[in-house]
């Protein structure tokens, strides 16, 4: 009992000192602490002859709606409908692409003022989603079954 108890107070400061938070922690359950990926992103690192940008806008202080898009010269190579939701029980990265057939709901597990991690060990690929503000660039990793792609974006508005 004794060592349960010294490894969560451990796990809590650890969770603590880094400044990521539990989404119940969160005063109203909204998604306040996320506002800084609202806007418009242009990928830094897209293929060859591709351009790719993420945008974001506020629905409600409970959800944010996002698009991602890749193109190569008119024609859209891929796209996927985004959000982010404040639900009851948590708040959630929701994908929805054409290859799934229903969107896909990632748990986010810990966030702060600049990043959140979401993970649906369900998933096929990806299990799990991150993203992180560093100065004016948004770093963007899913990964799972030993695979990591990284993204990186630089906000254009």
Known sequence: MMKKLIAL???????VSIGFQAPGQQKE???EAVEWILG??????AGPG?????????????????????LKAKDTLFKENLKLVAKDDGI????EVAHNEAPVY??????????????NPNHDFPKKISYQLKGDH????????????????????
């Open 92 to 95: 959630f990265y929701v994908a």
């Open 50 to 70: 591709e351009e790719a940008y993420e945008k974001w806008e506020k629905k409600s202080a409970f959800e944010y709606n996002g698009i991602g898009v890749t």
């Open 9 to 15: 107070t451990l796990w809590w400061t650890l969770m």
């Open 29 to 31: 359950n909204n998604l």
């Open 106 to 119: 990632f748990r986010i597990t810990g966030y702060n003022e600049s990043g959140f991690i979401s993970s």
């Open 138 to 157: 948004l770093k963007a990793e899913i990964s799972g079954n030993g695979k990591s792609i990284g993204f990186d974006f630089v906000k254009i508005e």
């Open 40 to 45: 418009s992103w242009m990928r830094t690192d």
